[in-house]
Nanobody, 116 residues
Framework: QVQLVESGGGLVQPGGSLRLSCAAS????????MTWYRQAPGKERELVAS????????VYAGSVKGRLTISRDNTKNTAYLQMNSLKAEDTAVYYC?????????WGQGTQVTVSS
């Protein structure tokens, strides 16, 4: 079955950087787009960034454009989210997601906390 496992979260100071990883299994990773979402306390889950199966097209939420970069390595079945110039408002649980067989699957999430 589809498995998505996020890693790389943690505590970082404002202005710092983190790289999140999403290891995928159970489906042909190279043929599916991947998306990162986040959910802050008391808020709805929101789309952060999305990437097509080939990696040629990416889409970002306006609030993260220029600071976060989505990428993928189809040889490693892994998607990434490089996060630079982090702000307190980036604090959230970050999830990777894919729609496989018409069903959206989620990872367990990884906590990112931006605080001094």
């Amino acid at each position: 079955q589809v498995q998505l496992v996020e890693s790389g979260g943690g505590l970082v100071q404002p202005g710092g950087s983190l790289r999140l990883s999403c290891a995928a299994s159970g489906f042909t990773f190279s043929t599916y787009g991947m998306t990162w979402y986040r959910q802050a306390p008391g808020k709805e889950r929101e789309l952060v960034a999305s990437i097509t199966s080939t990696g040629l097209v990416t889409v970002y939420a306006g609030s993260v454009k220029g600071r976060l970069t989505i990428s993928r390595d189809n040889t490693k079945n892994t998607a990434y989210l490089q996060m630079n110039s982090l702000k307190a408002e980036d604090t959230a649980v970050y999830y990777c997601s894919a729609v496989v067989g018409g069903k959206r699957s989620w990872g367990q999430g990884t906590q990112v906390t931006v605080s001094s």
